[in-house]
């Protein structure tokens, strides 16, 4: 069982971290708050990578510390079902520290930048997964590099899927629209609709069908200084929808 050790007994390994990288989740904390075990679509993911046979993968996209990977394998997924990928090789490495797991967690890490077409590190990734999960991921990007990264997650998964599934949370806001957060460059922020918007586009250009389901978070985004005030936590989930087969018609 991986356990859910207090703030204070890590206080010493986030400041580590800390120093590393800014990064909101270091900040918040959020890599020791995992995953409620009652969790409906938690559930799901979990009885899908641990059914019999299962040909189902997983990928924590932007897996940062890799603690949803170690809390699935925790929980009983095979290791071989596992992946984790993050554009800073320091939280990888530094994961690894703080789970003392160096040698036991067994799950693929990959270092790439998957809104980067020249970085081939991810291309091990290509054909390998059914489950995705994103973070607060989607929310750092504008609206054509997310475009382009549901292009890569299609490509990512393996061949004949029909019942992909991805998962998380993002901010967004209930009129879509560009923002700047922080110092960094414009992000594109969804509303319910826009993120359907998205997933229709992606479908359109990788011949693949999605319906996106969303509902409010718990989390208080606007109290952060970063975000505009009208921001609000929305988790998602993204069901592959099945095609139909295409019927061809014969005049003989």
């Known amino acids: 069982m991986l356990m859910r050790t207090s703030f204070a007994s890590n206080g010493f390994q986030r400041d580590k971290a800390w120093a590393l990288s800014r990064a909101p989740f270091i900040g918040r904390w959020k890599f020791l708050r995992l995953s409620e075990s009652d969790d409906p679509c938690y559930r799901q993911v979990l009885f899908r990578l641990t059914l019999s046979h299962s040909r189902d993968a997983f990928l924590d996209l932007g897996c940062g510390f890799g603690q949803a990977l170690r809390q699935l394998r925790a929980d009983g997924v095979d290791a071989s079902q596992l992946y984790g990928v993050d554009v800073d090789a320091d939280l990888l490495a530094f994961g690894y520290d703080l789970f003392q797991d160096q040698d036991s967690l067994g799950a693929t890490l990959l270092v790439g930048d998957i809104v980067d077409p020249e970085d081939l590190g991810l291309q091990e990734l290509h054909g390998k997964v059914t489950i995705v999960h994103a973070g607060s991921f989607f929310h750092l990007f504008t609206w054509t590099e997310?475009?382009?990264?549901?292009?890569?997650?299609?490509?990512?998964?393996?061949?004949?899927?029909?019942?992909?599934?991805?998962?998380?949370?993002?901010?967004?806001?209930?009129?879509?629209?560009?923002?700047?957060?922080?110092?960094?460059?414009?992000?594109?922020?969804?509303?319910?609709?826009?993120?359907?918007?998205?997933?229709?586009?992606v479908g359109k250009l990788t011949r693949t069908k999605w319906r996106v389901e969303v509902e409010p978070a718990s989390i208080d985004v606007a109290q952060l200084p970063i975000f505009p005030k009208d921001v609000q936590a929305m988790n998602f989930t993204i069901f592959q929808v099945p095609l139909e087969p295409t019927t061809v018609m014969s005049w003989w």
């Not at 997650?153 to 700047?180: D, H, M, W």
């Open 146 to 201: 997310q475009l382009y990264i549901g292009r890569r997650i299609v490509e990512f998964l393996k061949p004949e899927t029909q019942n992909a599934l991805i998962y998380g949370n993002c901010a967004g806001t209930p009129s879509a629209r560009t923002a700047s957060i922080g110092q960094s460059h414009s992000r594109f922020l969804h509303s319910a609709d826009s993120f359907q918007r998205l997933w229709d586009e």
